[in-house]
């Protein structure tokens, strides 16, 4: 059994300082039980606690940490730019950097802005999308999460759903009106929106691979028609990729669909592991941005030369190899996860889309937020908190996801599919 005093202890003098004593609610553990794992440090594809445990990690930062943690060039980049100057309010030559792989990379984006978080991307490409149009509604989808700006916080997934919220008090009624939140993967319902506001709509904005309630993927033609549709109503199509972005794949997610997006969020992997977040797009679209055109977004630290540094070395050290060979790993072990599960005889569906992996302890196949929903949540709780004991650190939520990184090997993936089958024995007992 683990030792887990001192992060008990950092706990309680935590919520004495932090709602929930966190700063993030999902790090809360509310939905598996428990205490959360207070931190120490993390190198590679392991992490630590206070309590010196050591975790196969899976949670990666939520994604970001693709090439794993503490990465040599990484901390080198960081440590020799910090030695520079940490921020300066105006611009570097480091933002440029960033901005040609990012726009090697995802080629629909032809100019781009650098902001802090995710949140800030999405909550500013709806705002371009609404001013250029001149049109107020928007359709997201169930389940999808865009971070916590209001207007998305409408039937939204990860903490908000792990939380059991529709929506969360704070938030206009009247501003949410505008926001239209369907069924993902149900072309039908976006057709039936469309039909129905012809001329209100001033764009969609989906997650081309849905990782917040659980992961989703989105049909190829449910992608397709959504293209079609936005263009033929003449509203924008905002792809976040903010959690897919040089993460599920080399081509991020619209290459993998081949789906060429109005507009594009990215953050997570793009300031490998430091605060950095970009929305970008056709030009014509991102020329509506101030100080060109009259939609106004503006950012004290973004395009900070610490994240620009660390989302370079990152972006730089990875090739289409890195890629392939993470999703061999996933493969392998998703693959390896569904035996141990049926071993034991416990209904799972196992997902993988190239670094991205993840499971629903549900008998039927997951295609949106209903059927993550009916997955066996309570079932998860004991079994995230039983993993932890076989040295495994995963999402704790059932409506997140898991990921790979270079740093994780053979040995990893072997320990952590024996930890899962003596869960589901444990669990069995
Ligand atoms: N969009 C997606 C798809 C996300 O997964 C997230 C965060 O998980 C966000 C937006 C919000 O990003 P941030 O937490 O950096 O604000």
Redesign the pocket.
């Known amino acids: 059994m683990r030792e887990t005093v001192k992060s008990e202890q950092a706990f309680k003098e935590s919520n004495s300082y932090f709602p929930g004593g966190v700063n993030?609610p999902v790090r809360a553990f509310g939905s598996v039980g428990g205490t959360p794992l207070f931190i120490d440090k993390a190198k590679g594809s392991h992490i630590y606690d206070v309590d010196g445990n050591e975790y196969v990690d899976y949670v990666l930062s939520?994604?970001p940490m693709i090439l794993g943690h503490a990465e040599e060039q990484v901390l080198e980049a960081v440590i020799e730019t910090a030695k520079k100057g940490t921020s300066f309010g105006a611009p570097s030559p480091l933002e440029t950097e960033l901005a040609t792989w990012v726009k090697k990379r995802v080629p629909s984006i032809e100019t781009m802005r650098m902001v802090n978080?995710?949140?800030?991307?999405?909550m500013s490409a709806i705002r371009l999308a609404r001013g250029y149009t001149n049109r107020e509604k928007f359709i997201k989808f169930n389940g999808?999460?865009?971070?916590?700006s209001d207007s998305f916080l409408v039937n939204a997934g990860?903490g908000v759903a792990t939380f059991e919220l529709n929506d969360s008090p704070g938030v206009p009624k009247d501003l949410i009106k505008a926001t239209l939140s369907l069924d993902y993967n149900d072309l039908e319902a976006v057709e039936e929106a469309f039909k129905r506001y012809p001329d209100e709509i001033a764009a969609v904005i989906i997650?081309p691979i849905a990782?917040?309630m659980g992961l989703i993927p989105a049909k190829p033609e449910f992608l397709k028609g959504i293209r079609e549709l936005t263009k033929q109503y003449g509203a924008l199509l905002i792809l976040?990729?903010?959690?897919?972005g040089f993460r599920c794949d080399y081509d991020s997610a619209q290459g993998l669909y081949g789906i060429d997006p109005d507009l594009t969020?990215l953050?997570?992997v793009v300031g490998g592991g430091l605060?950095a977040?970009v929305f970008g797009g056709k030009k014509k679209y991102m020329d509506g941005i101030a100080p060109v055109g009259s939609v106004y977004q503006a950012g004290t630290l973004s395009g900070n030369p610490l994240a620009m540094a660390a989302g370079i070395a990152t972006l730089k050290q990875l090739t289409r190899e890195d890629y392939d060979k993470m999703n061999q790993k996933a493969l392998r072990l998703t693959d390896g996860i569904e035996k141990a599960a049926k071993e034991y005889n416990v209904p799972i569906q196992t997902t993988c889309r190239g670094t991205m992996w993840g499971f629903f302890f549900n008998e039927h196949p997951v295609i949106d937020f209903k059927t993550s929903k009916e997955s066996a949540q309570t079932y998860f709780g004991h079994f995230h908190k039983e993993l932890l004991n076989q040295g495994v650190y995963l999402s704790p939520s059932q409506f997140e996801t898991n990921f790979m990184s270079t740093a994780h090997t053979d040995e990893d993936i072997d320990k952590t599919i024996n930890g899962f089958k003596e869960t589901f024995r444990v669990l069995e007992e």
């Open positions: 993030s939520w994604g978080s995710g949140t800030e991307a999405t999808c999460y865009h971070g916590h990860s997650e990782g917040n976040d990729e903010v959690m897919t969020t953050g997570k605060p977040a």
